[in-house]
């Protein structure tokens, strides 16, 4: 399986971890998050997620396992002979990196979870309709199916990467080894996370709110790396 990664100089790289049907360049690079850790010194290593951007795409969902995509993530560390990482995450990837801490707590120094909650959103979709949508296009009773799905496959995705995906990664959780600190940020007007400020406090984990912000601009927000760049400091 091969993953492309994107690696910018600097001190203590953070990993970071894009979320669904999307890539290290969009999330990361186009939002100034590689930007803001070069401002102050720290590099940053951005992978694409198998099945995303110029990482291979298989089609199977066993593929896309919890466990399948923070290997990838423990591959990259080894490639680049980093023992241990601060990780940021969001929406979907958020998910990946706790797979990653449950995977090889070792190598995880700090989380920032970001655009997640403790309800995992491909678990309450019907899968017959996610399947029809993405193969024929029929319109799915569930909005969020065509929100999620629909610009997407304009962008060109590949559709079975997306399902095997979808399949994969259902029902994934938040759970993270005790001991590794942990800081959660959501926007204020993103439903998906619901839950996450009770997720957060039951942890003992911080917890940062964007008013007003949607799941699409809290990832932008200069205050969530403001706070993210405090924690990891």
């Given at each position: 399986?091969r ?5 910018a100089?600097?001190?203590?790289p953070?990993?970071l ?8 360049a969009?999330?990361?690079t ?5 930007r803001a ?11 694409d997620?198998?099945g995303?951007?110029?990482?291979d ?8 396992l919890?466990r ?13 002979e980093l023992?241990?990482?601060d990780?940021?995450?969001?929406s ?8 990653l801490?449950r995977l ?10 970001g655009?997640?909650?403790p309800h995992?959103?491909?678990d ?5 309709e ?5 193969r024929?296009?029929d319109?799915?009773?569930?909005p969020t199916i065509?929100a ?5 496959i304009?962008a060109?995705?590949d559709r ?10 259902a029902?994934c ?8 600190p942990q800081?959660?940020?959501?926007g ?9 400020a ?7 984990a ?28």
């Amino acid at each position: 399986m091969r993953i492309a990664f994107d690696a910018a100089p600097g001190e203590r790289p953070v990993l970071l971890v894009h979320g669904f049907a999307s890539t290290a360049a969009v999330t990361w690079t186009g939002s100034g998050w590689v930007r803001a850790l070069g401002e102050v010194g720290r590099g940053a290593i951005a992978p694409d997620l198998r099945g995303h951007g110029r990482s291979d795409r298989p089609h199977r969902f066993a593929d896309y396992l919890p466990r399948q995509l923070a290997a990838d993530l423990v591959a990259v560390l080894d490639t680049l002979e980093l023992e241990q990482v601060d990780v940021i995450g969001y929406s979907l990837g958020s998910r990946v990196v706790a797979a990653l801490a449950r995977l090889a707590p070792e190598r995880v120094r700090s989380l920032v979870l970001g655009g997640a909650g403790p309800h995992e959103l491909f678990d309450t979709w019907d899968q017959g309709e996610v399947n029809r949508f993405l193969r024929s296009g029929d319109v799915p009773s569930d909005p969020t199916i065509a929100a999620v799905l629909g610009p997407a496959i304009i962008a060109g995705a590949d559709r079975e990467a997306l399902l095997a995906c979808v399949q994969g990664m259902a029902g994934c959780t938040l759970d993270v080894p005790a001991g590794i600190p942990q800081l959660f940020v959501a926007g204020g007007a993103d439903q998906i996370p619901a839950g996450v400020a009770a997720l957060a406090a039951d942890r003992g984990a911080g917890y940062v709110e964007l008013p007003g912000h949607t799941h699409l601009s809290a990832l932008t927000a200069r205050e969530f790396k403001h706070a993210a760049l405090e924690f990891l400091n």
